[in-house]
Nanobody, 120 residues
């Protein structure tokens, strides 16, 4: 099982960006899917979470500016971020709890990270 994140890049303050993360491999089911970020010199933090039920959780710093969604048919999670600020600059990581056909228990997986830089 692998998670592949994409969509990062350089964006001007006030701009928007959509991150995607696709899970691949021998997947039986995916429960919670998350986006984390790690700003330069800081610890990794949770940005948004979406459960298999569709319920969502957001960090206060991105609430009202971001939307997390998922396409279960594509095993993909998205993060739409609007009104971006310089302090949103970070490496963004996707994370998911996945049960594969080859392991009996659900395991937690991380993607490789995608860099988002907000700067003029």
């Amino acid at each position: 099982v692998q998670l592949q994140a994409s969509g990062g890049g350089l964006v001007q303050p006030g701009g928007s960006l959509r991150l995607s993360c696709a899970a691949s491999g021998s997947i039986f089911s995916i429960s919670t899917m998350n986006w984390y970020r790690q700003p330069p010199g800081q610890q990794r933090e949770l940005v948004a979470r979406i459960r298999s039920t569709g319920s969502t959780v957001y960090a206060d710093s991105v609430k009202d500016r971001s939307t997390i969604s998922r396409d279960n048919a594509k095993n993909t999670v998205y993060l739409q971020m609007n009104s971006l600020k310089p302090e949103d600059t970070a490496v963004y990581y996707c994370n998911a709890d996945i049960r594969s056909w080859t392991t009996p228990n659900t395991r937690n997986y991380w993607g490789q990270g995608t860099l988002v830089t907000v700067s003029s």
